[in-house]
């Protein structure tokens, strides 16, 4: 969610040493009259107010992400403060208008952590991209030597290619400091080739501050073929590119503003309405779930849509996948009991694809458990087939019902809330796009039994 | 059948009597953990240890009793094998962990040296994550320890690449953290020891009559892992090392602590600060973590830090810390910046005592008077 809108000149402002807003851009002047303030008078939005006079106090210049109330609309502002003799010069970018009551940083962060757990191992880089981390081990690993390569450019450790596409993801990510995915580039050491992806760390100020990236080994697997000639967009295309946007900004603002208010963050409030505030929420995450599982769908339903061959150890996704579904498991009371440790499942297919079934399946066993129930995950082998098995203590799934879940909009038992009824219907699709498949055996009152399978790596 | 009836009978009397024992011993677990529970509740809020240290430093202890245990253990038992002990190899070799409840048990682990140097470096950490990014003013000009890495100084060069290097092992390399402890030599060697006797302990039925050749094994195991520790590799000694090569200037000190705050390097932070004042590590670090912050403001007013950067790194340390109050220190900023050097220097002459001396004085006025 680093997806810098097209940026707006800053906006600048002056306040004095007794909080009145002296001088203001048109903006700054409609926000702060919105709010009831004027010229000369003590400038009316609070978080702008305070961040001022702290900036005063210390001396210093200090900035910090605010969200502002205007009109109906919350505004997200990065404010930067900077005390001079004749008051606080106020700079402010941004402009967005959603909420985000935590600071960007964090959810780089955040973003990171994801990155990290999904790749082979990790790596980040300071605003100048000088390596800043790279973990020791990985290069005892993979083969080079990740010490000497601490404080070093990043592209002294890898030589960067081009995409299918003959573009480089990075500098997109760099110039628009933005999530990118899917860089092809060589360990210069070793010539191994792997796939680079990244979130942007920024400062309170939305300031580029680095990199947190992941690497992915691409070894063994056939080159990435080139994709074919883009098709021409058609209305499909559009419209899921249009949905991600549209939807997403706005469900955003919803769920913030709705968590904010059950966090009471602004003020006490009757319980009941903190409660109302966390169903929004709730129904508004629903809403954003599905969004995600329609851009997939139309992704996978694509005639071109391919997955990568690449070795997997299917007993290690499960156990990321179960990793990250740990919050949601033990919010429920449900225990998952993954794979141990030295299991091991090695597998062809798309480590991010098999990953997104899996926690697709396992979340589905956490959603239907019973409190205090328990969610087994299994590895098995057979006949060139690898196996995870993901068994819930749920009511289960009728025999008559058995095809249907794995259908359009299908959900396993509709009186149930949440859900898209489209995640099954995904999981098979990149199940059977890797080679495998997902399968189901059940009866009622016994809880279902998923299998995802993979082709078996010898 | 009559036999077998008399078991079930005897199981079902056994089983009851060891019910009613536990239910008793039950009520009175209950009991003491309540009191345990109202103990934790009234626990001053700014000493306790929050649930993140408390979950780091669980993790910390538990990874390096667990390193120490493998380290001696597996050594031991490859020193039996070749000793032809091979059952007793074959049981040390392939124990389950059980040093760490045992340690707990005998309460050896509650020793106020290895637990200081513990609670500290997790706090440390737990701030360190926690410090805002701040993104350089330039943003093609690299981060400090990328700059120094780069310095025509090879010692200054060497010291920033080692401590580069001992932040990545200590912050995001499970597997290189997995054998090693990184404790002071002193501590390490204690808890090699508390390690093998705890090994002892546990395999001295099962050694039987080769307990002379279990005792030789293990101690030349630990005097092996004693040996073979650096405490010179330790995250803590690096920054040290760094800090005595850049051997910063009271005017170039200022901004040195700014930047190290701004690209989040807390122990470089910690080391400059211990340096310029001649403290070890674990004492300026004390300083910095202590959330009322007066004796840091001190520090830095008697090593003539001026104000803006005291404002920086006030700030940069409140909005990581939520204990610290932002806004009181920005009403006390103008006394901490007004306060001379000289009498900021004179006010922190006990801090900067031997620490041995500082503590036996401590350990005597919380002693009994004669």
Not at chain 2, 44 to 58: C, G, M, T, Y
Not at chain 2, 136 to 147: K, M, Q, W
Not at chain 2, 198 to 210: C, K, Q, V, Y
Not at chain 2, 278 to 301: H, K, N, T
Request: aromatic share 4%.
């Amino acid at each position: 969610m680093n997806v810098n809108e097209p940026m707006l000149p800053p906006v600048r402002g002056l306040v004095d040493r007794a909080g009145r807003l002296l001088e203001a851009d048109q903006r700054l002047m409609d926000l702060n009259s919105r709010a009831g303030g004027g010229i000369g008078q003590s400038i009316a939005i609070p978080q702008i107010a305070t961040l001022a006079r702290l900036a005063q106090r210390l001396g210093i210049l200090v900035s910090r992400g605010v969200v502002a109330a205007d009109g109906d609309d919350d505004v997200e502002l990065w404010v930067r403060a900077e005390p001079e003799k004749a008051g606080v010069r106020l700079l402010i970018t941004g402009w967005r208008s959603r909420a985000a009551w935590y600071p960007e940083a964090t959810q780089g962060e955040r973003e990171g952590d994801f990155l990290r757990s999904a790749g082979d191992w990790s790596w980040e880089t300071d605003s100048a991209l000088r390596i800043t981390f790279l973990s020791i081990s990985a290069g005892a690993r993979h083969g080079f030597d990740s010490a000497s390569m601490l404080g070093q450019p990043l592209t002294r450790l890898f030589a960067l290619g081009e995409d299918g596409e003959g573009a480089f993801p990075i500098l997109g990510g760099l110039a628009m400091h933005q999530r990118f995915d899917g860089q092809n580039a060589t360990i210069r050491a070793t010539g191994r080739t792997v796939r680079l992806s990244a979130t942007p760390r920024t400062d309170a100020g939305g300031a580029f501050a680095g990199f947190i990236g992941a690497a992915h080994m691409i070894d063994d697997a056939p080159p990435v073929l080139p994709q074919p000639a883009a098709a021409p967009e058609d209305l499909t295309d559009a419209f899921a590119a249009r949905l991600d946007q549209a939807l997403r900004s706005p469900l955003g603002r919803i769920i913030a503003n709705a968590d904010s208010i059950n966090a009471q963050s602004e003020g006490p409030l009757r319980q009941d309405y903190a409660d109302y505030a966390a169903d929004i929420a709730n129904a508004g995450r629903h809403l954003m779930g599905l969004v995600d599982d329609l851009v997939d769908l139309q992704a996978i339903e694509r005639s071109d849509f391919i997955v990568a061959k690449e070795p997997v150890d299917l007993a290690d996704v499960a156990r990321r996948a179960a990793g990250l579904l740990g919050v949601r498991a033990s919010e429920a009371q449900v225990r998952i009991d993954k794979p141990a440790p030295q299991d091991m499942l090695p597998a062809t297919g798309e480590f991010r694809r098999a990953l997104q079934v899996l926690v697709n399946l396992i979340g589905n066993a956490v959603r239907y458990s019973p409190r205090e129930g328990m969610v087994w995950i299994r590895t098995e082998r057979e006949n060139g087939v690898a196996a995870v098995i993901v068994a819930d203590q749920g009511k289960g799934i009728a025999l008559e019902d058995q095809a249907r879940i794995f259908e359009k909009f299908e959900r396993v038992d509709p009186r149930e809330p949440g859900g898209s009824g489209l995640g099954l219907y995904i999981a098979r699709k990149l199940a059977r796009a890797m080679g495998g498949d997902v399968t189901v055996d059940s009866a009622p009152g016994q809880g279902a039994r998923f299998v995802f399978t993979l082709p078996y790596r010898e | 059948m009559s036999s077998n009836v008399g078991d079930m009978d005897d199981g079902s009397q056994w089983g009851v009597a060891r019910l009613l024992a536990r239910a008793a011993a039950a009520d009175l677990c209950a009991d003491e953990r309540l009191a345990i529970a109202v103990d934790d509740f009234f626990l001053p809020a700014e000493s306790r240890l929050d649930e993140r240290s408390r979950s780091a430093l669980a993790g910390t202890l538990a990874g390096m009793v667990a390193a120490v245990e493998g380290a001696v253990g597996q050594h031991a038992a490859r020193l039996l094998a070749a000793r032809e002990v091979p059952a007793l190899s074959e049981a040390l070799a392939t124990s389950q962990p059980l040093v760490m409840g045992r340690l707990v048990s005998s309460g050896l682990l509650r020793d106020a040296e290895l637990m200081r140097e513990l609670v500290g470096r997790a706090r440390q950490e737990g701030l360190a994550g926690a410090l805002p990014v701040t993104a350089p003013e330039d943003p093609d000009r690299a981060s400090l320890l990328a700059r120094l890495i780069q310095n025509s100084d090879g010692v200054v060069a060497a010291a920033a690449m080692a401590l580069l290097a001992a932040e990545n092992r200590r912050h995001g390399d499970v597997d290189a953290m997995a054998t090693r402890t990184d404790l002071p030599a002193e501590l390490h060697h204690r808890l090699t020891w508390w390690t093998a006797a705890a090994l002892r302990e546990h395999f001295i039925e099962a050694a039987g009559d080769s307990l002379p050749a279990l005792d030789r094994a293990l101690i030349d195991a630990a005097m092996r892992s004693v040996s073979s520790h650096d405490e010179g590799d330790r995250l803590e000694a690096v920054a040290m090392r760094l800090a005595a090569a850049l051997d910063p200037r009271a005017d170039e000190l200022a901004p040195l602590l700014v930047e190290a705050l701004a690209d989040r390097r807390l122990s470089l932070f910690v080391a400059l600060i211990g340096h310029a004042l001649g403290l070890e590590y674990a004492d300026a670090r004390d300083i910095v973590l202590d959330p009322s912050a007066d004796r840091l403001w001190l520090v830095l007013r008697a090593l003539e830090v001026d104000r803006e950067s005291i404002a920086r790194i006030g700030l940069a340390l409140s909005e990581a810390d939520p204990r610290r109050d932002l806004d009181s220190f920005a009403e006390a900023l103008d006394g901490i910046a007004a306060t001379p050097s000289t009498h900021a220097r004179v006010a922190i002459t006990s801090l900067l005592l031997h620490s041995d001396y500082r503590g036996a004085l401590l350990a005597l006025a919380r002693g009994t008077r004669p």
